[in-house]
């Protein structure tokens, strides 16, 4: 028996040769024999041209992994150009976008209570699904298996959607943790208060009664006194029936309520800029080494169409979590300069910087999947699943028709741009 990997293609040409050897081709009809004989001297070759293929296909990957990457298409003066161009562009539409929500207290229609403003975060929401999704997901997955890594382990399994797989699952934890940390120190602050005003509503009523203090019950009288609501005379010796206790319990509900969404929108907003900005270094970073005007030239509208509604989503976050002055400021700027940063940096070390090397093809895997699970699970649950399963939504069906007509648009658009970037 012929052993090793090619014994199909051995066992194939020894039967050609005894056929032709012991004369058995007379024995085959005429267009069996017509066809071995103009197969057979391929057959025979077959191995030491399976093997030049081979080797061919590794010298080419070789070469490509030691090119630059520009296809023929290089030209560092216009290529400078247009990073330039792609940095101011992007950190215009980047902060044209995030300001947009944040200036809402002064326009009308992009108040966070409006439809409107629900409509359009919705188209940013389907633009950073497709985000996730179409390019960058794609682009980990093919950049964390390329010719240029060692075929173990990288391309033994598919790291991309596993490390994608366990950042979205790694964002959910940082989304539990983080909500209940910020409800922990709420109550204790909301408890402390309460505590100051009990105190406070004593000493009044020691005061007025002479050496008799007051007792008031804790969360019914101190909340008709620091809501100052006016009773008629009659109810005031009724303010410990049934009637004003449901009435603080509601309110103190809905002050709950009110309080646990701007936790979230906190949160959102923060764990949001983060898969953010893990993606926009990176982009920015591949644009800035870059010296082929072709490669430059079309991620120019796309990457500004994307930071666009990126910061739109971003910018309702923030808005909606009423965070201080200081800290909006800050949230804005630090999300519309990390791409232009990201180029920025990319043309001071393109010289140096080899986007082939085993080390830029791990880390830029790595933060595209990363980045990819953050944005999946933001869209999905802390987005479009918020705003949707929200009263509010479920009870307007004009308004749910119009959201995920402007959710599909969203994503749809960012997807078609796949076919030039």
């Known amino acids: ?61 070789a070469a490509m992994c030691e090119s630059d990457g520009d296809g023929g298409c290089r030209n560092e003066g216009e290529a400078l150009f247009l990073k330039i161009l792609a940095m101011v562009t992007i950190l215009v539409t980047g902060v044209m976008g995030v300001a947009l929500p944040l200036l809402g207290k002064r326009l009308t229609c992009l108040r966070t209570d409006r439809g409107f403003f629900l409509i359009a975060k919705a188209l940013a929401a389907g633009v950073i699904l497709a985000t996730a999704f179409v390019h960058i997901l794609p682009d980990a997955m093919l950049v964390l298996q390329s010719e240029c890594l060692p075929e173990i382990p990288w391309k033994r399994f598919p790291f991309g959607g596993f490390i994608a797989m366990f950042s979205a699952m790694a964002t959910l934890v940082v989304d539990l943790l983080s909500t209940g940390f910020f409800e922990r120190r709420h109550h204790k602050h909301a408890s402390s208060s309460s505590l100051e005003d009990q105190d406070l509503d004593v000493e009044a009523g020691a005061e007025s009664n002479g050496s008799q203090p007051k007792l008031h019950i804790v969360g019914m009288h101190a909340h008709a006194a620091s809501h100052s609501h006016s009773h008629p005379q009659g109810l005031h010796g009724k303010e410990l029936g049934f009637e004003h206790l449901g009435h603080a319990h509601s309110a103190s509900f809905s002050d709950e309520d009110d309080e646990f969404a701007r936790i979230r929108h906190i949160i959102i907003s923060q764990v949001l800029e983060l898969g953010i900005i893990t993606h926009s270094i990176i982009i920015g970073l591949s644009l800035g080494v870059s010296q082929s005007p072709c490669t430059i030239r079309p991620l120019l509208g796309a990457l500004s169409f994307h930071q666009f509604f990126e910061g739109f989503a971003l910018g309702g976050c923030i808005s909606q979590a009423g965070f201080k002055p200081l800290s909006v400021v800050i949230m804005a700027v630090f999300f519309a300069i990390t791409t232009p940063g990201g180029i920025a940096i990319g043309i001071g070390i393109s010289e140096v910087y080899n986007p082939k090397s085993v080390k830029a093809l791990v880390v830029e895997g790595v933060f595209y999947s990363v980045s990819a699970g953050i944005l999946v699970y933001m869209a999905l649950v802390n987005l479009i699943a918020a705003d949707f399963l929200s009263k509010r939504m479920r009870c307007d069906h004009r308004l749910q028709t119009l959201s995920l007509l402007s959710l599909f648009t969203g994503a749809t658009l960012m997807s078609l741009l796949a076919f030039w970037v």
């Open 1 to 61: 028996m012929i052993a090793g990997r090619n014994w199909p293609i051995a066992l194939v040409r020894d039967d050609i040769r005894n056929k032709f050897n012991l004369g058995e081709e007379k024995m085959i009809s005429l267009p069996s024999n017509i066809l071995l004989r103009v197969l057979g001297p391929c057959l025979l070759n077959l191995p030491e041209r399976i093997l030049d293929a081979a080797g061919t296909v590794r010298t080419a990957a």
